[in-house]
């Protein structure tokens, strides 16, 4: 089992930046990849993006190329997703996902709000 737990959501002005972090316990010496995910009211789960734990490559949705940086400090079993140029459109519950193996993401969080005002 992983635990994940979100935190750095809030408001913030549009143009402005936050650093989202998710902490993971439980089997984390296992951990395969981390992402991050977002829904906003009346849409899709949509998926931003993801780390493989072991080498670090990244990958990136398209909501998240060339604004979103997804890093992570193995020491500490912890994931980032820092967001620079929030527009209103980036307001949304924002979501962090481990699996253990390839494949589907097993393990959510609890997920943080994100808020960007005009």
């Known amino acids: 089992q992983v635990q994940l737990i979100e935190s750095g959501g809030g408001l913030v002005q549009a143009g402005g930046s936050l650093r989202l972090s998710c902490a993971a316990s439980g089997l984390t010496f296992s951990m395969y990849r981390m992402g991050w995910f977002r829904q906003s009211p009346g849409k899709e789960r949509e998926w931003l993006a993801s780390?493989?734990?072991?080498?670090?490559?990244?990958y990136y949705g398209d909501p998240a190329k060339g604004r979103f940086t997804i890093s992570r400090d193995s020491a500490k079993s912890t994931v980032y997703l820092q967001m620079n140029y929030l527009k209103p459109e980036d307001t949304a519950d924002y979501y962090c996902a481990a699996s253990l193996r390839p494949g589907s993401f097993d393990y959510w969080g609890q997920g943080t709000q994100v808020t960007v005002s005009s």
């Open positions: 780390i493989i734990w072991s080498h670090g490559n990244t």
